[in-house]
């Protein structure tokens, strides 16, 4: 998992606004870093770090609200947070199944054949998953969550 | 689990003042659903108080600086409550889907077992820690609780 980057100017005498402004603007930027290959069910890491970096994005938001016009900041967490929300239906998928694929090995012969199949059900919500995913990471609405993120940053309150 | 509402923020003022209201809030909302959380069954109260660590993980990640380095211990055990308790919820979601697969329902509860006895040994241990607020120091070295 990556770690969160350092917010370059972050001073606890500034405003509580102008802090805002910072921790928000970085977040948010982490989050488009890591939106190449969520897809990509091959590599569950990917998901993984995007996921992350929304989750982090999502606690600045809710920290700062007060900083932020209120009907703009909530029109932005509300989209942060359906990304959150489809990144995460995959990421439970692809954590039980790899649950899963290493307990098969080691069960029961009488157990196996269950497992197989709960594994085959699992890949076909994580299919479903990936699939009602791919909206939200397409780059078209990824770059109005960008912009629309970069207008609640400029509107902090002064 | 709706995270308690931070009365008095100021978006003006500093945010050490601001940081610190959100600290004190967030630190008692995990402290208070420890003791609901401790009944080994009681797997909504883990639930929310998973929930509850994550916030004061990620804000700590955020307003941790303002603290000094008390603050990376109380983050340092939030994260740790927030996994243990993490993986608690991730067994009590699986062992309905695997009704019948009496293997890997019995590796699921005995698991559970296991991780439910490291987080309350893992609580006894943190909760002096959370317990002292003012243990929590400004920049300055100043208590929390005098600025």
């Known amino acids: 998992m990556a770690r969160a980057r350092e917010v370059p100017g972050f001073d606890c005498e500034e405003s509580f606004s102008a802090s805002a402004e910072r921790v928000v603007a970085v977040r948010a930027a982490e989050v488009f870093e890591h939106s190449d290959g969520v897809l990509d069910m091959d590599d569950i890491e990917a998901l993984h770090d995007m996921r992350v970096a929304t989750r982090r994005l999502r606690a600045a938001l809710e920290v700062f609200a007060p900083a932020f016009p209120a009907k703009r900041h909530r029109k932005a967490l509300k989209r942060v947070k359906a990304l959150a929300d489809a990144l995460g239906e995959r990421r439970d998928r692809d954590v039980a199944i790899e649950f899963l694929a290493g307990f098969a090995d080691e069960a029961q012969q009488a157990d196996r054949a269950a497992i197989e199949a709960l594994i085959e059900r699992l890949r076909e919500e994580q299919r479903r998953a990936n699939e009602e995913l791919a909206p939200y990471v397409a780059a078209e609405r990824l770059k109005k969550l960008r912009r629309r993120l970069c207008k609640l940053v400029k509107a902090a309150k002064r | ?147």
């Open chain 2, 1 to 147: 689990m709706k995270a308690r509402q931070v009365e008095g923020l100021d978006p003006a003022a500093p945010l050490y003042p601001n940081a610190e209201r959100i600290v004190r809030t967030r630190l008692d909302e995990l402290r208070t659903l420890a003791p609901a959380a401790l009944d080994p069954a009681a797997s909504t109260a883990q639930h929310d108080m998973r929930i509850a660590a994550k916030r004061l993980r990620y804000l700590l990640e955020i307003v941790g600086p303002c603290f000094g380095p008390e603050a990376k211990t109380v983050h340092d055990a939030a994260k740790q409550l927030q996994g243990v308790l993490g993986e608690i919820h991730d067994c009590d979601e699986m062992l309905p889907r695997v009704w019948g697969i009496e293997s890997l329902r019995e590796l699921l509860r005995t698991r559970r077992e296991l991780l439910f006895r490291q987080f309350s040994d893992h609580w006894q241990a943190v909760s002096p820690t959370l317990h002292t607020f003012s243990l929590l120091r400004g920049e300055s070295g100043g208590e929390l609780n005098d600025r």
